[in-house]
């Protein structure tokens, strides 16, 4: 009797699909080797990233940031992490744990630098919500109905992420919240992962795609959203809330074919078992608090939640009318209570911003990317953007039945879009509308990337797997590329060296209660501490034509503005230059222009000047 010895194939080298094809007795996919394989790439990846760790440059950044700052050895962590996970693929199904290690590995080597390396709290403007903790911490009580300079009202109408913070900064004995803040992107990143995960089964089974799904949403994750701030906290809450609806909402009877494994494509998952209206009265109640919590910690997520609801109630299967009841209820009440005062002042701009579509889809305050960094991180941030979409376009249609399957996840992806037509949010719309649409596209983009696994022989299956063997680490490869530039190509913006924020602080520590505090902007470190007690004017935010006018007598454009008898200080520090640069609000040399002529002029005299920052002090004629 002739035995059949077994010829290695694609299907056996490439992203094998679970099930017995991929079983423990297939050739190359044994227990042991694979797991061997997936320690041996953490544990070399590990070693390059803990080697690459001291020798980053970020205190001598240049014009790329830290791209060119990043030694050979963080890179090559990446490639061996990158490679390391396409391998713990190939057995995703029995062992997927590897998969995860490999995702949590990698958020830490993309986001952790800063937390390990900077002696200053990463983005400059996030000390804000340092201080808004230690005004807490320091009064012990919220005054919503204040109007308090720099923009700084909302932050007492959305309290819930600075009580938190208040909380927990008594609990670990730290003088304030900047001791663990650049920590908030890896905390919300690993737990993201599992609501990720839980979004995601419900509509597939296939560990690969979620796997490879959930490395892309991180890849793609570089808005910065995720920091030391209360929109990171409330997108961790609305996922949360769209988890539970997505695997305990479905309706009785609203599958239809969808529970026929003949019709449904090869990695979809069967639909969760229907509950009934008991079930989902008491899933109401449990998800209420949630809701609510979300309402008292930011104000736009609450309007995506609502947006993602009433998608969802396109659907039979999740046509729950009385959750998107109490979801609308939750945030109105809110809105007209603790957050009032914003809230009806936004109302009162809507008529102005409603269909300006290019007006709410601009990136920023008014100025336009300038210099190498910002430049590159700019066509970074399209190209990343463009490349998502087209992976999740070509996997709607080209997996239609996944598609069909997964129709709820696909309209609580594009739900957010239309705000583009209500308002700009501040010139952050579009960052926000790409964040809350990401899960989904990542999803979509992960399943043009694996192949169905199907049972069914034939040359056009092999081929489909040699595509996807050269296909998937391409552009996982690819999208890191994407994401480097895109969230580090900027950061000579984003860190700040101690000497200037003690400079902030001495300045600002000094000056009288009821002071104006002037700067070209507000993102700079400290820029807002003791910000119930001084008044503020960032007064080159806004378009750079104005801003060229101001240049030509910053003192006399500065002194019209000054209400008559009020102490006022300029304060211009190095972080303010490099912003102001970057972000296209003062031409080429326009800072050191200001700084130079505001220095001169007899109208201001220097409280302190440093290489890093002077402080002046207006002195109109006859004081």
Not at 146 to 163: I, R
Not at 500 to 521: F, H, K, M, N, Q
Not at 598 to 616: I, K, N, Q
Request: charged share 15%; proline share 8%.
């Amino acid at each position: 009797m002739q035995h059949h010895v077994p010829v290695p194939t694609a299907e056996s080298s490439v992203l094998p699909a679970p099930g017995p094809a991929a079983g423990p007795g297939r050739a190359g996919h044994g227990p042991s080797r694979l797991p061997a394989a997936g320690l041996l790439t953490l544990l070399l990846a590990a070693c390059l990233w803990i080697y690459a760790l001291p020798r980053i440059g970020f205190r001598e950044m240049g014009d790329y940031g830290l791209l060119d700052r990043l030694p050979v050895a963080y890179y090559l962590s990446l490639l061996v992490l990158t490679a390391g996970f396409v391998l713990s693929l190939r057995r995703a199904a029995a062992a997927p744990w590897w998969p995860a290690a490999h995702c949590a590995a990698l958020l830490f080597a993309l986001k952790a630098p800063p937390a390990v390396l900077y002696d200053a709290v990463r983005y400059p403007w996030a000390s804000k919500h340092d201080a808004v903790v230690n005004t807490l911490l320091a009064n012990g009580e919220l005054r919503p109905g204040a109007a308090l300079s720099g923009n700084m009202s909302a932050y007492d109408q959305w309290p819930g992420f600075f009580t938190l913070n208040a909380a927990l900064t008594r609990s670990l004995g730290v003088e304030s919240a900047a001791a663990y803040a650049n920590w908030a992107p890896i905390v919300f990143g690993l737990l993201m992962i599992p609501v990720l995960v839980l979004i995601y089964r419900t509509f597939c089974r296939d560990w690969r795609l979620v796997w490879t799904a959930v490395w892309i949403f991180q890849l793609a994750n570089w808005v910065g959203q995720d920091y030391f701030a209360p929109q990171g906290l409330a997108y961790l809450l609305h996922l949360t809330v769209i988890a539970v609806v997505l695997r305990h909402f479905v309706r009785p009877g609203s599958a239809g074919r969808l529970r026929d494994r003949g019709f449904l494509d090869p990695a979809a998952a069967a639909v969760p078992p229907p509950t009934n209206h008991r079930q989902r009265a008491v899933c109401v109640v449990v998800l209420a608090p949630l809701i609510a919590a979300v309402n008292a910690t930011h104000q736009l997520t609450p309007v995506m939640l609502c947006v993602c609801l009433l998608a969802l109630n396109l659907t039979r299967r999740y046509r729950n009318v009385g959750l998107l009841a109490v979801a609308v209820l939750l945030m109105l009440t809110w809105d007209l209570t603790m957050g009032r005062p914003l809230f009806t002042e936004t109302l009162s701009t809507l008529k102005e911003s409603i269909g300006e579509l290019t007006q709410n889809s601009r990136a920023g305050y008014a100025g336009q990317l300038t210099g190498p960094g910002p430049e590159l991180a700019g066509r970074a941030n399209v190209l990343m953007v463009l490349a998502i979409v087209v992976l999740a376009g070509a996997a709607v249609v080209l997996r239609r039945r996944l598609t069909r399957g997964a129709l709820p996840l696909l309209l609580v992806s594009v739900a957010p879009v239309p705000l583009f037509a209500v308002n700009d949010y501040g010139g952050e719309m579009l960052f926000r509308v790409y964040l809350f649409g990401l899960p989904g596209a990542a999803f979509f983009a992960a399943a043009a990337l694996v192949p169905a696994a199907t049972a069914r022989p034939g040359r056009a299956k092999v081929l489909r797997n040699r595509a996807a063997a050269v296909a998937l680490p391409a552009v996982l490869l690819v999208l890191l590329a994407g994401f480097l530039p895109s969230y580090y190509g900027k950061e000579k913006m984003y860190y700040t060296p101690p000497e200037e924020t003690a400079l902030v602080t001495r300045a600002l520590d000094s000056a009288p209660d009821g002071s104006l505090i002037l700067a070209t902007t507000g993102s700079f470190p400290q820029a807002l501490h003791r910000y119930d007690q001084l008044e503020h004017w960032y007064f080159a935010e806004q378009e750079l034509p104005e801003n060229e006018r101001m240049l030509k007598d910053p003192a006399g454009y500065l002194a019209e503005g000054i209400p008559p008898g009020t102490r006022t200080y300029v304060i211009l520090t190095r972080t303010q230059d490099i912003y102001t640069a970057g972000e296209g609000l003062l031409p080429a040399g326009g800072f050191e222009t200001l700084r130079t002529k505001l220095t001169a002029s007899p109208l201001f005299r220097t409280v302190e000047s440093r290489p890093y920052g002077v402080v002046l002090e207006y002195r109109p004629a006859g004081r």
